[in-house]
């Protein structure tokens, strides 16, 4: 299971990212992509998850109605959009799998890669 976060950088507060989670070896269909990130002497915590099967999203409170998750199962890509970003959500952005369901129970997933940087200046 490979799976590659990109598309973080550097930006305002207010302002907007996209991040992008392409599978390889794999397809996403059947799965369940979440989202974790992890800022500085913080623990992880889960933003977001999608099943690939049907589409639905769950939320994380910090984020619910600032970020949205999609899912392009024929790119075997699932995207998290950030609106109105905020200097706390600054962290490491890691995309993962799981066969479970939707969960903000790290252990639960796999394929952590090494994530990509998210940083919200004030």
């Known amino acids: 299971v490979q799976l590659q976060a990109s598309g973080g950088g550097l930006v305002q507060a207010g302002g907007s990212l996209r991040l992008s989670c392409a599978a390889s070896?794999?397809?996403?269909?059947?799965?369940?992509i979440g989202w974790f990130r992890q800022a500085p002497e913080k623990e992880r915590e889960g933003v977001s998850c999608i099943r690939s099967s049907d589409g639905q999203p769950y939320y994380a409170d910090s984020v619910k109605g600032r970020f949205t998750i999609s899912s392009n199962n024929a790119k075997n890509t699932v995207y998290l959009q950030m609106n109105r970003l905020k200097p706390e959500d600054s962290a490491v952005y890691y995309c993962?799998?799981?066969?479970?369901?939707?969960?903000?129970?790290?252990?639960?997933?796999?394929?952590w890669g090494q994530g990509t940087l998210v940083t919200v200046s004030s």
């Open positions: 993962v799998v799981n066969t479970m369901g939707c969960s903000a129970v790290e252990e639960l997933y796999d394929g």
């Open positions: 070896g794999f397809t996403f269909d059947g799965y369940v």
